[in-house]
Nanobody
Framework: QVQLVESGGGLVQAGGSLRLSCQASTRTFNSYAMAWFRRAPGKEREFVSAINWSGGNRYYADSVKGRFTISRDRAKSTMSLQMNSLKPEDTAVYYC?????????????????WGQGTQVTVSS
């Protein structure tokens, strides 16, 4: 059973940066594709970014492309999301997800494991 724990959320001013991390409980994670989703108040959970098992393929939602960078460290069984040029509309709970396959998927129903979420608040 893979357990995921997010960290790094917080309050930041518009234009600032935050780095989110997701720690997996087992090295089994290293063969899984990973993703970040977010849920803003009153909205559905939406896709943010994904990375395949090796880290060689990455994908971003148009709304964060050029501002966010996803990465993973297989030696540490961690995944990160570097968020730059943050906007108030990035305010949401951010969730780490894992898919028990090497290739990533963009749908929330295609993920197999979820973290508990970490709050990101961007003030204007």
């Amino acid at each position: 059973q893979v357990q995921l724990v997010e960290s790094g959320g917080g309050l930041v001013q518009a234009g600032g940066s935050l780095r989110l991390s997701c720690q997996a409980s087992t090295r089994t994670f290293n063969s899984y594709a990973m993703a970040w989703f977010r849920r803003a108040p009153g909205k559905e959970r939406e896709f943010v970014s994904a990375i395949n098992w090796s880290g060689g393929n990455r994908y971003y939602a148009d709304s964060v492309k050029g501002r966010f960078t996803i990465s993973r460290d297989r030696a540490k069984s961690t995944m990160s999301l570097q968020m730059n040029s943050l906007k108030p509309e990035d305010t949401a709970v951010y969730y780490c997800a894992a898919r028990a396959r090497g290739d990533y998927a963009l749908g929330k129903y295609e993920q197999d494991y979820w973290g508990q979420g970490t709050q990101v608040t961007v003030s204007s």
